[in-house]
């Protein structure tokens, strides 16, 4: 977290850089943008991403990564069609609410799957511009991530200028105190923010692991 311009973006990238060039992990690279117009669209940058990473990847080697719902997956994220060929967008009896349900579920378990053959980091930059929805389903993923096996690595990039409240602020400032998220500002000022917002609002048996601030 950190003011536009101060080089969040650029010491992730050379963090990333330097995994890729030791062969170290698998990378998954999303950003949010502030214009889209799409629902989920943390989500649709991660499978973004996916389709990035799977898009040279042996076609027997991604056959086994494929959770028994990808037709569904796939549907809700055309980007990833090469993976499985998608389900019908009208079935009948079936709401499409539940459906999208497990479509966000079998991308969880890809995601997963990934990370248990090796270990994977995602960034997410510029997560100020994410939704509500995406960003709850990456708290579900660290959770699930921490009762599973292999190692998974998910950094959000923030800009600190966005304002210290509405329901997007609170859901990181939850991560945060619930999930034991570590904070790395780029400015003590930009840190400062979050104490002061958790002290406008108060929680119990708050649990801040670990945080850090940098000049």
């Known amino acids: 977290r950190g003011p536009s311009g101060s080089g969040k973006s650029a010491l992730v990238e050379r963090f990333l850089d330097q995994l890729e060039q030791g062969g170290r992990a698998q990378l998954l690279r999303a950003r949010c943008h ?19 990473l799977l898009g040279g990847a042996p076609a027997e080697r991604v056959a086994a990564l494929l959770p028994p719902d990808a037709a569904e997956l796939t549907r809700l994220f055309p980007i990833l069609g090469n993976l499985a060929a998608p389900a019908p967008r009208h079935l009948p009896g079936q709401e499409m609410a539940a459906r999208d349900r497990r479509a966000l579920g079998a991308l969880k378990q890809l995601v997963s799957q990934l990370a248990a053959r090796a270990p994977l980091v995602l960034h997410l930059d510029d997560a100020d511009d994410c939704d509500l929805e995406s960003l709850r389903w990456f708290a579900a993923l660290g959770e699930a991530q921490e009762r599973g096996a292999g190692a998974l690595l998910v950094i959000l990039g923030y800009r600190s200028e966005e304002p210290d409240q509405g329901p997007l602020f609170d859901e990181l400032r939850r991560l945060i105190a619930d999930e034991g998220v570590t904070v790395l500002c780029q400015t003590p000022t930009a840190f400062r923010h979050l104490i002061e917002a958790d002290a406008r609002a108060p929680r119990a048996n708050r649990r801040w692991l670990r945080s850090s601030a940098t000049r």
Request: no cysteine; proline share 0%; charged share 35%.
């Open 34 to 52: 502030e214009r889209e117009r799409l629902s989920r669209k943390g989500l649709h940058a991660l499978a973004d991403a996916l389709a990035v």
